[in-house]
């Protein structure tokens, strides 16, 4: 690697843009931007707004709560079915609650 300046700026605009990547990040977390769609999809905000690496591939799972096999479009294959999903307010990626509350 040729470390002169032209390197080392190159490296730093990169180390910019992630930190710029994970403000936005943290701003969409807090403000929720995009809530009835995130609802709709029934995500938590971590992962709605938290971009996955996947796989393009038609995977079956089996829902972690009633145990169902279903499809899903890709390799990031949910926890929760949707109406288990839909029936413990649950985030179907993760299984946390929709709106990340502790519950009693």
Do not use: H
């Not at 690496?53 to 479009?73: L, S, V």
């Amino acid at each position: 690697m040729n470390w002169d300046s032209s390197e080392i700026n190159s490296l730093t605009d990169m180390r910019l843009k992630r930190i710029n990547t994970q403000i936005k990040w943290i701003s969409n977390v807090q403000e929720d931007p995009e809530k009835n769609k995130r609802l709709a999809a029934q995500e938590c905000v971590v992962c709605f707004y938290t971009t996955q690496i996947c796989g393009n591939a038609i995977m079956r799972y089996d829902c972690q709560k009633c145990g169902i096999t279903d499809t899903w479009p890709n390799t990031c294959t949910p926890k929760l079915c949707k109406a288990c999903s839909a029936e413990l307010k649950a985030c179907r990626s993760c299984g946390a609650d929709l709106n990340l509350v502790e519950r009693a």
